[in-house]
């Protein structure tokens, strides 16, 4: 496991909080995509912060948040094409997750489909 500080980086905000940084990077993408914390990026980096976290896509670069003990939250941005890809297939694979699951949720509702009662029949039964 390497520093990220090793590898070719853009800064754009220093000692920032979350919210602040999320709103740089839903300002400043082309493409947002929100992880929980703890999302692993670049294979050896732990993303940290309070949900929802933003990772940005902009050209090649991929905008997200860096927190340093003791100096605070950064954003900062890597080109990295592989990120991006893995990224959107991540993405990609949540909302055919989610499609399937509201589809088992419709057949259920299928299933268990209540009475039509018209305003009348209502109204009759509250003058029992």
């Known amino acids: 496991m390497s ?35 703890g999302y692993r990026i670049f294979k050896d980096y732990y993303i940290i912060g309070v949900p929802p976290v933003a990772l940005g896509i902009r050209g090649d670069e991929v905008l997200f948040t860096y927190v340093k003990p003791c100096h605070g939250t950064f954003v900062m941005g890597v080109d990295s094409s592989e990120e991006i890809a893995r990224l959107r297939e991540r993405e990609e694979e949540k909302i055919k997750k989610t499609l399937k699951e509201g589809q088992k949720k419709g057949s259920e509702k299928d299933k268990t489909k209540a009475s039509i009662i018209s305003y009348g029949d209502i109204y009759k039964i509250n003058d029992r």
């Open 3 to 37: 520093c990220i500080e090793q590898m070719k980086y853009k800064l754009y905000l220093e000692r920032t909080s979350f919210r602040e940084a999320r709103e740089y990077i839903e300002k400043n993408s082309e493409e947002v995509y929100y992880v929980e914390p």
